[in-house]
């Protein structure tokens, strides 16, 4: 399939469909300079992840989670949405994506103007960090002051408990009230449409094979193929924010 008519394609899909669920990956956010840190190369490829487990129990752990986070934090700071990020919140917008599913952490999406209640967030979020036991909220920016002084974790000042970013970390318990919309949504799509996903991590892979299974209609931009390929009504082997900007008619 040439460029042109893939894009024709996907654009044919997303017209003819009345409620489409859009699922994103670290490929629509490479597009705005956030490195894929699963990737090879990645920053988890290079130290060991601190899991949840480790987190709760060491305080060195914890120090050394947060200085990553602070040594990362300039990079997500700076990217702003992309193409994609904007196609995306045009669909949302128009009334024809009723909501996203994400396993990213970024809130590219948020930043692109698409409403909080609309994104799903698998992973969480790595914006803002929050209290383990009581849920406060706390701002990344204010964190890192404290820290460079006093090189302690951060601990919450109303009830004493970890603070961690709001993301989801390896050995930690998916988000339940997001794994119960995120299938709520897939159950209701006629088109379940996936961007910059490898679609290996379970359980997020799974919604695609659920979509699918319900008769929904599945297609998948990512640049490299999937482990979904095989089942999929159309699949584009580009970049994310060309093609879907193309077929949604935003640049
Ligand atoms: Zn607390």
């Not at 654009?11 to 859009?22: D, G, H, P, S, T």
């Not at 997500?76 to 992309?82: C, D, E, G, Q, S």
């Not at 917008?93 to 698998?122: C, F, M, W, Y």
């Amino acid at each position: 399939m040439s460029d042109d008519q893939g894009t024709a394609e996907l654009a044919r899909l997303i017209r003819a469909a009345r409620r489409a669920v859009i699922f994103t990956g670290a490929g629509i956010s490479t597009e705005s300079g956030i490195p894929d840190f699963r990737s090879p190369g990645g920053i988890w490829t290079k130290y060991r992840p601190i899991d949840f487990e480790e987190f709760i129990s060491s305080d060195a752990a914890r120090r050394e989670a947060w200085r990553r986070k602070f040594a990362t934090d300039p990079t997500i700071r700076a990217a702003t949405p992309n193409r994609g990020h904007r196609a995306v919140a045009a669909l949302v917008r128009s009334g024809k994506a009723a909501s996203i599913i994400t396993q990213n952490i970024d809130g590219l999406h948020q930043a692109s103007g698409v409403p909080d209640e609309r994104v799903i967030e698998l992973h969480g979020n790595t914006t803002y960090a929050h209290c383990l036991d009581c849920a406060k909220r706390y701002e990344i920016e204010a964190l890192r002051v404290e820290f460079e002084k006093s090189e302690e974790a951060p601990l919450c000042d109303a009830c004493g408990g970890f603070v961690k970013t709001a993301t989801i970390s390896f050995g930690q318990a998916m988000p339940q009230r997001a794994m119960e919309r995120a299938e709520r949504e897939t159950l209701a799509a006629d088109l379940f449409l996936v961007l910059g996903s490898s679609l290996v991590v379970y359980p997020a892979a799974g919604f695609p094979e659920l979509a699918k299974h319900k008769g929904a209609t599945l297609a998948i931009v990512n640049r490299d193929p999937t482990g979904l390929d095989g089942i999929a009504d159309l699949v584009l082997n580009r970049a994310i924010g060309e093609t879907l900007g193309a077929a949604v008619g935003v640049d």
